[in-house]
Every structure is written in C-alpha cells, then in structure tokens.
C-alpha cells in the first residue's frame, strides 16, 4: 500500500509525515509550514524540460574545446575525447578511464536512464518498478562524479598560471559540460520517485 492510499503526504522539505487533509487545496506541512503535495506539481514536465535542455548542450559540450594548456608559448585546445587519447598515448592509461568513464559514459548514461525513467511512467512501458528505482538510485549516485573534469580544470586554473611559461586556460566546452552536469542533476532532483509506484499494478515485481 502507498502512503498516498493512506492518507498520509510526505513535506519535501523536513520528510515529516502529514494526514491528508481533503478539505483544503493547499495543504502546509505541520513542522515547517511548507506546502504539501501528494506528488511533485510537473515533475514530469519539468525533468523533460531540463533533460532535453542538457541534451542539447551535450553536443557542445562535446564538440567545442574544453581546455587549453599552454607550455612555453604554445598549446592547443583539447576537447574532453582529444584529452583522453592524448592520456593514452602519453602511457597514463588508468588516468585516461577515469575521465573517459566520468565525462564520456556517466553524462550519457544520466541522460538515457532519466530518459527512460520517464518514457516508462508516461507510456506505462513493461519495466518493473524495483527495476525503476534501482535505476533511479544508480542514476542518484553516480551524479556528483560527472563533476570531476570541472574540478580537474578549476584546480589547474588556479594553480597553473605562470605566464607564457606555463598556463591553463577554461574553454567554452567546459561551460557546456558543466551546465549538462547541473542541469541532469536538477532533472534527478525534480523527477518525484513516487511517480514510479503509482503505476505498480501492471509491472509484475513478483517474478
């Protein structure tokens, strides 16, 4: 049984536990007053909008240089995929999976699994709901890692500034990547989980 079913709405805000009151349209949470919803008002709408918004600024992000690193006067600007085979050539094999995976796989896999989270609690599509929010908890986790080429080129910034000598400099890609980053995990945020238990009794979760 759901909550909802019972009667009983949870605050977003302080996760206290309020019984459903039928007579107002705006219910406010009994410890901090926030509002309370049964479910999260466009919650669909809303992670659509910002997941395809990241979608979009996925390909830039991509495409466009994300960093330049200049030695002695000369450099070249490198985009994240450029970064990671020059790793490879250079012998630094293990540093180049670490960025292929947390730039190149988590970012698309963000993209596809919120994609399909949505697609399959609109259209109703044979997924089990524990296959949902195991993907939805995944999805959860692996976020804060989509971070580390923006920390990775931020510590250079402000570290490797020596003129002509030596220098790093933040590209447009990085500002590309980093709103893809923001933006998938604002559509993790705004995606109300509970969406997947509402359309439990066509999934078989008993296999």
Request: proline share 5%; net charge negative.
């Given at each position: 049984?759901?909550?909802?079913?019972?009667?009983i709405l949870?605050?977003t805000?302080?996760?206290?536990?309020?019984?459903?009151?039928?007579?107002?349209d705006?219910?406010?949470?009994?410890?901090?007053?926030?509002?309370?919803?049964?479910?999260?008002?466009n919650?669909?709408?809303?992670?659509w909008?910002?997941?395809?918004?990241?979608?979009?600024l996925?390909?830039?992000?991509?495409?466009?240089?994300?960093?330049?690193?200049t030695?002695l006067?000369?450099g070249?600007?490198s985009?994240?995929m450029?970064?990671?085979?020059?790793?490879?050539?250079?012998?630094?094999?293990?540093?180049?999976?670490?960025?292929?995976?947390?730039s190149?796989v988590?970012?698309?896999?963000?993209?596809?699994?919120i994609?399909?989270l949505?697609?399959?609690?609109?259209?109703?599509?044979?997924l089990s709901?524990?296959?949902?929010?195991?993907?939805?908890?995944?999805i959860?986790?692996?976020g804060r890692?989509s971070?580390l080429?923006i920390?990775?080129i931020?510590?250079?910034?402000?570290?490797?500034?020596f003129?002509?000598?030596a220098?790093v400099?933040a590209?447009?890609?990085?500002?590309?990547f980093?709103?893809?980053?923001?933006?998938?995990?604002l559509?993790?945020?705004?995606?109300?989980?509970r969406?997947?238990?509402?359309?439990?009794?066509?999934?078989?979760?008993?296999?």
């Open positions: 049984m759901r909550a909802i079913d019972a009667g949870i605050c805000e302080c996760h206290e536990l309020n019984r459903q009151d039928a007579d107002t705006e219910q406010v949470c009994a410890r901090c007053g926030a509002l309370v919803h049964d479910r999260r008002p919650s669909l709408v809303r992670t909008a910002l997941l395809i918004t990241a979608a979009i996925y390909i830039p992000a991509n495409i466009l240089p994300i960093m330049t690193v030695s006067g000369q070249d600007p985009t994240i450029s970064g990671v085979i020059q790793l490879v050539q250079h012998g630094m094999i293990p540093i180049a999976a670490v960025v292929f995976i947390a190149i988590v970012p698309t896999f963000k993209l596809v699994g994609a399909l949505l697609f399959s609690v609109q259209r109703h599509q044979p709901a524990r296959q949902r929010i195991l993907m939805y908890r995944f959860e986790f692996i890692w971070m080429d920390f990775v931020a510590i250079l910034v402000a570290v490797v500034n003129g002509r000598l220098s400099e590209n447009l890609g990085a500002i590309a980093a709103s893809v980053v923001i933006l998938t995990m559509a993790a945020v705004t995606f109300d989980p969406l997947i238990w509402d359309n439990t009794e066509s999934d078989d979760d008993h296999d």
